[in-house]
């Protein structure tokens, strides 16, 4: 049977109300539909920043268990962070925070890691990417301009890199760029193709 269509048939529930991963998931063709249930993000700060992810994902997972009985419903739940300089960077508080977050990120080069977990009945995948970033050095005027008119409270490391600040002030990426939008969405596909084909 040909995987695209096989994968119309199947209840596919991206656990995330995050705009970037929807879209990436649409652009990939994969049907899905977004639900979202509290989960705690806490882990140990010892933790290595790939474990994180890959922790948090599952966590997120978890609190859908009961929908998993049912055999055409896959869940897939993800969880993004920036490290730079060895210290996890998680969402700005407010916009000052936003304002130190990204005048620590500019000028060098951070870490983005995604961790995805996905699960249908008893079977499990769960992975993780990992990109670099390189910033140019941004003015205070930019990191203000971008602050107040992206707003980007929701956002690990307080930017989205598809928005203007990805356009005018990063140089470089190494690996992924989905997966520093949120998502890595190659690597979803390809393991949804291990799982159903």
Known sequence: MNFLLQLKKLDIILASQSPRRRALMEAAGIPFRSMVRPTPENFCNDMPPGEVVLDLCRKKSDVFRDMLKKSEVVIITADTIVVHRGEIINKPADADHAFRMLSGLSG??????????????????????????????????????????????????????????????????????????????????????????
């Open 108 to 197: 060098s080069t951070h870490e983005v890691y995604t961790g995805v977990c996905i699960r249908h009945r008893q079977k499990e995948k769960v992975f993780t990417d990992h990109s670099l970033v390189t910033f140019r050095s941004l003015s205070e005027e930019e990191i203000r301009y971008y602050v107040d008119n992206y707003a980007p409270y929701d956002k690990a490391g307080a930017y989205g890199i598809q928005e203007w600040i990805g356009y005018v002030g990063i140089t470089g990426i190494q690996g992924s760029y989905h997966n520093v939008m949120g998502l890595p969405v190659h690597l979803v596909y390809n393991s949804l193709k291990e799982l159903f084909c």
